[in-house]
């Protein structure tokens, strides 16, 4: 029966500490645990592990940790700032034995020192107060105190929600297309050197986890011939991501489709051919690329999906960052209509991403360059450490949202269409 004790004591132990664990906590205990003094666990075990369970099933076979011996997993917790774990392991063994080490866990149970989890603390004397006419408790052995987890359990039944997946980390590649750069006339998209620029010292000074090839004005075969080309590269070596950045003019043609007018839309390339967004992205998808199953895909297009202006809804007076005047005649467009809205990939963990809405045009200033693409890089490089893509990706919106041109002071609301499964980080 004492060994039974010890074992229900424990599995409480895991599964409040399971309970306890939330994403951030279980990142912070993924990098301590590379340390030897805690396993050296190596990095394919850790991409493994998919939540405190199993972290904790695989310290427990390295022996950090045993039933009854916690001071070496509590050392683990403190080095991760993990709170609530230490809360749990002190409440639910004793503070004492955890402060004199494991050694105090293995005492007998006779000794006085009842902080493993084999002891029982003291009999207490049940004193009643002069003139009680209280009886004093029952004989036999003392209740234990309720843990305080037990508690919250009660009026808490929620089930435990493990940490979402993070994509396994690598080198990624980054394919930038900027089309219509020294084009003449109304063709050129004044800017368009400066998205490159942004483009270039986001990844190559700040996120560095990327081999960057950068193409500019491609007509539309050299454009496919480019995607085969960089399909087969990725196939050929071991790259974890892939992300597609394509900047030109968007456009929309009327077709027939059963005796009713549709549209076919898409970018254009420098011979002023269409490309749809899935002549781009069924090449890399999972059934195709073979080597990039499972991993992230990204395709980010910076083009107008139609001739309208994004409008506002009143928030409050200083809400908008309004172009400078002196920039009025800069604020042009990326004429015409982008890529379809809604069609989503069909193969999971990739990601589309519109700089504007559908239907709406696109703003670029020919100094700073495209309102989506410059956001889009500043946040690289201060969030890439720290968030997902999803969650910088977000960041941009609200930015952009903000912004406002001088032509008609019209807005524009990037979104995204995303069958990502695991959340992407760009920083190693």
């Keep these: 029966m004492a060994g039974r004790g010890i074992s229900q004591q424990h599995t409480t132990l895991i599964n409040d500490l399971c309970k306890d664990c939330g994403a951030e906590e279980f990142v912070n205990l993924k990098t301590c645990v590379k340390s030897k003094d805690f396993g ?34 509590k050392q683990l917790f403190e080095k991760a700032e993990f709170a609530d774990g230490i809360d749990t392991i002190e409440n639910l063994t004793g503070t004492e034995a955890m402060e004199q080490g494991d050694s105090s866990q293995n005492t007998n149970v006779n000794n006085g020192n009842y902080g493993g989890l084999m002891s029982q603390p003291p009999a207490v004397r049940y004193e009643a107060p002069s003139g009680s006419t209280l009886n004093p408790p029952s004989s036999g052995p003392p209740a234990m105190s309720t843990h305080p987890r037990q508690l919250r359990d009660q009026h808490d039944a929620s089930p435990f929600i493990p940490p979402l997946p993070i994509y396994e980390k690598g080198r990624g590649y980054l394919l930038f297309i900027n089309n219509f750069v020294r084009a003449g006339g109304v063709k050129k998209r004044e800017g368009a050197m400066k998205d490159e620029d942004n483009i270039r010292m986001a990844f190559q000074d700040y996120v560095q986890t990327f081999t960057i090839n950068i193409q500019s004005d491609l007509s539309k075969r050299a454009l496919l011939l480019q995607l085969d080309s960089v399909a087969g590269e990725l196939e050929r070596n071991d790259f974890k991501s892939f992300m597609c950045i394509i900047c030109s003019h968007g456009e929309r043609h009327a077709v027939e489709s059963n005796g009713q007018q549709a549209f076919k839309e898409g970018f254009l390339t420098m011979d002023e051919q269409l490309v749809t967004e899935d002549e781009v992205t069924e090449k890399f998808e999972g059934h195709k690329l073979q080597r990039l199953r499972g991993c992230p895909k ?131």
């Design 40 to 73: 050296g666990l190596r990095a394919g075990e850790l991409e493994k592990l998919k939540d405190m369970r199993e972290l904790l099933e695989k310290l427990e076979k390295k022996r950090v940790f045993k039933e009854g011996h916690y001071g070496k997993l």
């Design 298 to 428: 990204v395709f980010i297009f910076q083009c107008c999906r139609g001739t309208a202006y994004g409008r506002g809804t009143l928030d409050k007076a200083d809400s908008t960052e309004v172009e400078p005047t002196s920039y009025s005649a800069a604020a042009r467009i990326d004429m015409s209509d982008g890529p379809k809205p809604v069609n989503l990939p069909r193969n999971a963990d990739m990601l589309v991403v519109h700089s504007t809405s559908k239907g709406t045009k696109a703003w670029r200033n020919q100094v700073d360059g495209s309102w989506f693409i410059k956001s889009f890089c500043e946040t690289l490089k201060t969030c890439h450490k720290t968030d997902h893509l999803l969650d910088m990706l977000l960041r941009v919106n609200s930015e952009v949202a903000d912004r406002e041109s001088t032509e008609g002071g019209a807005k524009q609301m990037p979104c995204q269409v995303s069958t990502f499964t695991k959340k992407f980080m760009l920083g190693l």
